[in-house]
């Protein structure tokens, strides 16, 4: 059955106008009905006592993601807090300075026993590898040697680094300078911020060979202390360094005291040593007896063990270390 074209197009029209009509119904008399996706954001009090919800603006698809954003920006800010407050108390805090010392040589047991105060661990002197630590004023050490103690297994926590060394025959310079070429590569990789060495120098003060690693010359040593007396002593970068105490053959250790430091000496100082042929102990007692000064100082060299030790140097390193 075919439709007339009148027909069909006032069967359109109709239909265009109905829902033109039900659209608009709907528009202005029809009560909103709250989507599932609305969020009822407060309540407020109907003009008849019952409770009339408000609904909020249109849905917003972007809402989650909002809430996700503000919530990283406030945790942000929380966290940035904490870290201001955590900076605020560490500079309120002093601060500490971490030094170890690698004693590579008998006199760095001199060094951290006798001078510094410090203990050992094992006590056991012929142990393979033996570490102390001690707090001295902002100062916080930790000492290792022995002959476990070797190159690239040291436990690296430091600022500063000292450096016990032996440079009194070639076969000692060799093996010494093996450990300056070490620490040199911790200096240029910035694991290392400085360097002291303390050396047992030669006994004909034939040191040069450190002298490359000085950071007067270029190097990366910023302070020298020299066992034996050297032409480099400047009391800046180079100090003169006692020969201390033969610990290796089991020396007593001699706490200084007050009654060492302020009372009177009837000598003006004090030579007690093993000698022998050829040696700067040797020609010593030879200066000391020429020029009339064995009157004066008390010697003995005969002895069975070694000490060349000024007490007093020893308690100005204790309290120039606790007023650092």
């Known amino acids: 059955m075919k439709i007339p074209k009148r027909k069909l197009f006032l069967l359109i029209i ?10 608009a119904y709907n528009v202005f008399f029809s009560t909103k009905a709250i989507s599932r996706v609305h969020r009822v954001v407060n309540k407020d009090t109907a003009p008849d006592g019952g409770a009339a919800p408000v609904v909020a603006d249109e849905w917003n698809p972007w809402e989650n993601e909002q809430v996700d954003y503000n919530s990283a920006l ?6 940035f807090k904490q870290y201001l ?3 605020k108390i560490n500079k309120n805090k002093p601060k500490r300075y971490k030094v170890q010392v690698w004693g590579k040589a008998a006199i760095g047991l001199y060094l951290w026993e006798h001078v510094l105060e410090g203990s050992l661990n094992p006590t056991d002197k012929i142990a393979q590898w033996r570490e102390g630590e001690l707090q001295c004023g902002k100062v916080d050490y930790s000492f290792y040697t022995g002959p476990a103690v070797v190159q690239g297994h040291v436990p690296l926590d430091m600022n500063s680094l000292v450096l016990v060394l032996n440079g009194r025959e070639q076969q000692k310079v060799s093996y010494s300078t093996r450990w300056l070429e070490h ?3 911790l200096v240029h990789s910035r694991t290392v911020s400085h360097v002291a060495v303390v050396l047992l120098g030669n006994e004909q003060c034939n040191n ?13 040593v910023d302070l020298l202390f020299v066992v034996y007396d050297s032409p480099w002593v400047n009391d800046k ?15 007593p250790l001699v706490r200084p005291n007050a009654q060492l430091i302020t009372s009177n000496r009837p000598y003006s100082c004090n030579f007690l040593g093993t000698v022998y042929k050829n040696s700067s102990r040797e020609t010593l007692l030879q200066v000391l007896s020429e020029s009339g000064l064995d009157k004066e100082c008390i010697t003995s060299e005969n002895l069975q063990h070694m000490l060349l030790c000024c007490h007093v ?3 100005d390193l204790k309290l120039l270390c606790e007023s650092v």
């Open 85 to 87: 407050d955590k900076n």
């Open 208 to 220: 040069d060979w450190i002298g490359p690693y000085l950071k007067r010359n270029g190097g990366f």
């Open 14 to 23: 109709f239909a265009y106008v109905a829902f033109s009509l039900y659209a």
């Open 237 to 251: 970068d180079v100090f003169q360094w006692p020969l201390g105490v033969a610990t290796y053959r089991q020396f």
């Open 313 to 315: 140097l020893c308690q």
């Open 74 to 79: 406030n945790r942000n800010r929380e966290a």
């Open 183 to 185: 620490v040199q590569a």
